[in-house]
């Protein structure tokens, strides 16, 4: 029988550091070649657009499918160690998210910078999840860890900006007409990867924009379940700038979904349908 579960029931039944341990194994699973991915494909609506994106994870013995409607209008293994510090440039409910888990994956962090053009939006999100307010997107970007998680279009991260050892972790634009970051970023990056090439070269305009220009090479953009499988090694020198490239991918959701039913029927939580 289909189990409905609501977000508020999602939230007692899991944590953050849970989920960070979920999609860590899931990309093992990837690196094994244990799982089966579809990339993301959008259909049109009058306005906005559907996305559906699938994933079936042979070891778990579980296949998803996630559809979403939009109207218009890793970090632990890639971070330097010691990372004490997090910038996020956005403050949104997804870069609420972004908070939790970074202080869950890194809990040695001490210090998180935001900012939003948002002055109210802003405070507001300082004021629930204990951030300082940026006056600057560079005051974000001068962080250990630096997340972007914006619905820009154009870049809001100069590389100039990124001190030696910074992480960067690109979450927001996922279409190719959207870029977070500037090329110099690229330029600067020892290592880059992402949660899936595939899609990557679909979506990633912060990618194939630079890979267009010759400022990168697909054969230098890694997937992130290489270096959590430990074929690669994301992070040379504690000095290099490293840089994530999320795209968000149905494999992660299948895997935190997955523990997610298998608590909720236990526990009995959530409607049969």
């Known amino acids: 029988m289909p189990l409905y579960l609501r977000e508020s029931e999602v939230a007692e039944l899991l944590s953050p550091e849970e989920a960070v341990e979920a999609v860590e194994a899931c990309f093992r699973r990837m690196a094994a070649g244990r799982v089966d991915l579809r990339p993301r494909f959008r259909l049109g609506l009058n306005p906005g657009v559907m996305n559906v994106m699938a994933a079936s994870d042979l070891e778990l013995g ?60 802003l405070a507001r999100f300082c004021e629930r999840f204990d951030a300082e307010a940026g006056e600057y997107n560079k005051d974000a970007a001068e962080m250990d860890v630096v997340v972007t998680m914006t619905s820009s279009k154009d870049p809001v991260l ?26 110099a970023v690229l330029e600067r990056a020892a290592f880059v990867c992402c949660d899936s090439k595939e899609q990557a070269r679909i979506e990633a305009g912060d990618l194939v924009e630079p890979v267009e220009r010759g400022v990168l090479d697909w054969l230098e953009v890694h997937e992130l379940s290489e270096v959590v499988g430990g074929e690669v090694q994301g992070r040379a020198q504690d000095d290099d700038i490293v840089l994530f490239k ?10 935190v979904g997955a523990l997610v039913v298998e608590r909720a029927r236990e526990r009995g939580v959530g409607t049969e349908l």
């Open 62 to 121: 579980v296949a998803g499918l996630k559809t979403y409607g939009v109207s218009e209008g890793g970090a632990r293994h890639l971070a330097k160690p010691g990372a004490k510090s997090l910038g996020i440039l956005g403050t949104g409910w997804q870069a609420e998210s972004q908070v939790l888990s970074m202080r869950a994956a890194l809990p040695e962090l001490e210090r998180v910078v935001a900012y939003s053009r948002n002055e109210e939006r």
């Open 158 to 183: 100069r590389g100039e900006w990124l001190k030696p050892g910074a992480l960067v972790c690109a979450v927001g634009a996922n279409r190719i007409q959207s870029r977070e970051l500037d090329n």
């Open 246 to 255: 999320s795209l968000g991918i149905a494999a992660e959701d299948l895997a």
